[in-house]
């Protein structure tokens, strides 16, 4: 069971990073613990164990550390979505505009096929734009179906993260802040 009281006590809030106005939630506190990172994975692979994903998609980097544990309990590979320049291979690129200019995400061009059902992962959904571009790239390869996870979904008001996936794609989170 998801004792969500608990990983809210273990998630650090660091205010003013990386800029000024920034409330930073730094999953990092969560995932050094041995009972929160075993809580989430679990809860994770009981949402997840009989939709039949075959892949599980991280995004870099702090999407890689659960949803390398996950893609391992629910049988499934792990593809690693990264930032320009960093995979070795023939790569698609997606460019999307953030707050303060663009930014662009790659993903290698045999890491998914069209009999795959994948589970996107991130730790954290603010606007949205880079999970949004990461389903773009895997909406390329055509798969049977595409599910997306965040660890936590940031509710602040102004922010359409999740409505841009309403009709998509199913999209879970643990918490809600
Ligand atoms: P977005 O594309 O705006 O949904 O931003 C999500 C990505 O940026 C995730 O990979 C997060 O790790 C990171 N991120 C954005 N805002 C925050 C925040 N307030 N605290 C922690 N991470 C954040």
């Known amino acids: ?26 999953v990092s506190t ?15 692979y009981e949402i ?10 991280g995004i870099e980097s702090r999407g890689f550390v659960v949803g390398g544990a996950l893609a391992y309990k629910l049988g499934a590979g792990f593809v690693m979505c990264r930032k320009p320049g960093k995979l070795p291979a023939e790569t698609r690129r997606c460019t999307y505009m953030k707050e303060y200019g663009e930014d662009s ?37 055509r ?3 595409i599910y997306i996870n965040f660890l936590i979904e940031l509710r602040i008001e102004g922010l359409i993260g999740r409505e841009q996936f309403e009709g998509v794609a199913e999209i879970t989170r643990l918490l809600e802040i």
């Open 1 to 26: 069971m998801i004792n969500k009281e608990l990983l809210l006590k273990n998630l650090r809030n660091v205010p003013d990073f990386p800029v000024k106005g920034i409330q930073f939630k730094d």
């Open 30 to 44: 969560l995932f050094k613990s041995p009972v929160c990172l075993k809580m989430m994975v679990d809860e994770l």
């Open 48 to 57: 997840y164990k009989d939709k039949g994903i075959t892949k599980v998609v």
């Open 105 to 141: 995400i790659e993903i290698h061009s045999d890491a998914i096929n069209s009999q795959d059902v994948v589970l996107l992962h991130d730790d954290l959904l603010a606007t949205g734009g880079s999970m949004k571009a990461a389903m773009n790239l895997v909406k390329e390869f």
């Open 143 to 145: 798969p049977r179906k």
